[in-house]
């Protein structure tokens, strides 16, 4: 365990994504393989159209940066560098919101089942008590021990 690592603390030593492509802000709350994350969209991101109108696909990302995130965490607690992983799936994605630049996003995460290298991760993403998207993410988890071949 890493003395001096609280919370809540900046994703962006967290997390191997750099702006443009950085999506998470913060690293809010971390409990028992849950997360909680704070995002909120410039309007000059890559993820809004001209309106500020948030594109549907920043949500898959969002909770994929907020795994990574609540998984970079973990590591660094256990004196590890945060590992790398890849979004290799995406089911049962239920959008009934809209977000824009400026609005303050919380996506919430839990750790459904890990093994063999796979994550299954639940998210959802709010602003105040709207539910604006949810759904389910399988990630590959990289072995830094693996050999490659």
């Not at 030593?13 to 913060?26: K, Q, S, Y």
């Not at 996506?107 to 539910?131: K, L, M, N, P, Q």
Request: with cysteine.
């Amino acid at each position: 365990m890493i003395a001096g690592i609280t919370l809540p603390m900046a994703a962006e030593p967290l997390i191997p994504h750099r702006p443009p492509m950085r999506l998470v802000d913060t690293l809010v709350s971390v409990n028992d393989g849950c997360a909680v994350t704070e995002s909120v969209f410039p309007r000059t991101t890559m993820m809004a159209d001209g309106e500020g109108s948030i594109d549907e696909v920043a949500f898959i990302e969002l909770i994929a940066q907020s795994y990574a995130a609540f998984k970079g965490y973990v590591d660094r607690m256990d004196g590890k560098p945060p590992g790398e992983g890849f979004l290799v799936g995406v089911r049962h994605l239920e959008i009934p919101g809209k977000a824009h630049s400026g609005d303050r996003l919380l996506t919430s995460i839990r750790t459904v089942a890990a093994f063999g290298g796979f994550a299954v991760v639940e998210g959802a993403v709010t602003r105040g008590d709207e539910t604006l998207a949810s759904g389910s993410l399988k990630v590959w988890l990289v072995d830094p021990n693996a050999d490659g071949g």
